[in-house]
């Protein structure tokens, strides 16, 4: 009987020590109800619960710049009106009203490969042409999400010296005052698919056909200066977006 107690006190320790090591594992990852830490592909995260995305709850992170610069046009705000997680989103109530973050040796967008994920949310829809995420350089460099012309599904364009590639959901069906996840990845090495595109519920869930290109991707000319969150070009559209996570790698 002694034995026994012991045995069954020792498989005990063993399951709670594996329980108790696995806990921490998921506090380093950053995955915890309080924020995120930029660990591994991870580069930058922002919930928008601040201008600051290491402030908050739940916060984020930047192996780069942390504080938001927002635009003058129709100048973002930090709104709790509409969020999809913490208690506030980013609130673009116009065109050209987006935040945006400096970019310094590639630190918080990497050239080679990537992955943008990014939650938003749609007031009224661009009847023309809105674009919610861009990396500028100049008209024949440049990285963008935005709204496929006038109709309801999702555009990815990646140019590079003035080669560029385009993507687009074929049924996402973009509706009006409903959350969306839109996830974005690139690798410009010569690999198979080169760009993938899909649109998911609010939980990453419920997902779109996932759309992609095995085109080999040109290199950029030049160095970005920033990326941008928001709504661009010239047609009216108000949005809230919130939780953007980018990564240096191509996610699973």
Same mark, same amino acid.
């Not at 942390?66 to 913490?86: K, M, R």
């Not at 990285?143 to 496929?148: A, G, H, L, R, Y």
């Given at each position: 009987? +002694?034995?026994?107690?012991?045995?069954?006190?020792?498989?005990?320790?063993?399951?709670?020590?594996?329980?108790?090591?696995?806990?921490?594992?998921?506090?380093?990852?950053? #995955?915890?109800?309080?924020?995120?830490?930029?660990?591994?592909?991870?580069?930058?995260?922002?919930?928008?619960?601040?201008?600051? @995305?290491?402030?908050? $709850?739940?916060?984020?992170?930047?192996?780069?710049? $942390?504080?938001?610069?927002?635009? &003058?046009?129709? &100048?973002? @705000?930090?709104?709790?009106?509409?969020?999809?997680?913490?208690?506030?989103?980013?609130?673009?109530?116009?065109?050209?009203?987006?935040?945006?973050?400096?970019?310094?040796?590639? #630190?918080?967008?990497?050239?080679?490969?990537?992955?943008?994920?990014? +939650?938003?949310?749609?007031? $009224?829809?661009?009847?023309?042409?809105?674009?919610?995420?861009? @990396?500028?350089?100049?008209?024949? =460099?440049?990285?963008?999400?935005?709204?496929?012309?006038?109709?309801?599904?999702?555009?990815?364009?990646?140019?590079?010296?003035?080669?560029?590639?385009?993507?687009? &959901?074929?049924?996402?069906?973009?509706? %009006?005052?409903?959350?969306?996840?839109?996830?974005?990845?690139?690798?410009?090495?010569?690999?198979?698919? =080169?760009?993938?595109? %899909? @649109?998911?519920?609010?939980?990453?869930?419920?997902?779109?056909?996932?759309?992609?290109?095995? &085109?080999?991707?040109?290199?950029?000319?030049?160095?970005?200066?920033?990326?941008?969150?928001?709504?661009?070009?010239?047609?009216?559209?108000?949005?809230?977006?919130?939780?953007?996570?980018?990564?240096?790698?191509?996610?699973?």
């Amino acid at each position: 009987m +002694r034995i026994l107690g012991a045995l069954s006190f020792l498989l005990f320790l063993s399951v709670s020590t594996r329980a108790f090591s696995f806990g921490i594992a998921l506090i380093s990852s950053g #995955d915890k109800p309080g924020g995120d830490t930029c660990t591994g592909a991870k580069i930058f995260s922002w919930h928008m619960e601040n201008i600051d @995305v290491t402030l908050g $709850t739940p916060h984020g992170c930047s192996v780069g710049d $942390t504080i938001a610069t927002l635009g &003058t046009d129709h &100048t973002p @705000v930090i709104s709790s009106t509409i969020f999809q997680d913490g208690g506030y989103s980013l609130y673009c109530p116009g065109s050209n009203a987006y935040a945006a973050f400096s970019i310094v040796d590639s #630190d918080i967008f990497n050239p080679p490969k990537g992955t943008v994920r990014m +939650r938003m949310y749609l007031v $009224t829809k661009p009847s023309i042409w809105g674009k919610w995420f861009a @990396v500028p350089i100049d008209s024949s =460099n440049n990285f963008e999400i935005s709204q496929d012309g006038g109709n309801d599904e999702v555009k990815l364009n990646y140019k590079g010296n003035g080669s560029s590639v385009d993507l687009v &959901t074929t049924d996402a069906n973009f509706a %009006q005052e409903t959350w969306y996840t839109v996830t974005a990845k690139y690798d410009t090495a010569d690999v198979d698919p =080169n760009l993938w595109l %899909q @649109v998911c519920d609010e939980n990453n869930e419920n997902c779109c056909t996932a759309v992609t290109s095995n &085109t080999n991707l040109t290199a950029w000319v030049g160095t970005p200066a920033q990326i941008e969150i928001g709504n661009h070009g010239w047609d009216s559209q108000n949005s809230y977006f919130d939780n953007i996570q980018i990564y240096n790698d191509w996610l699973p």
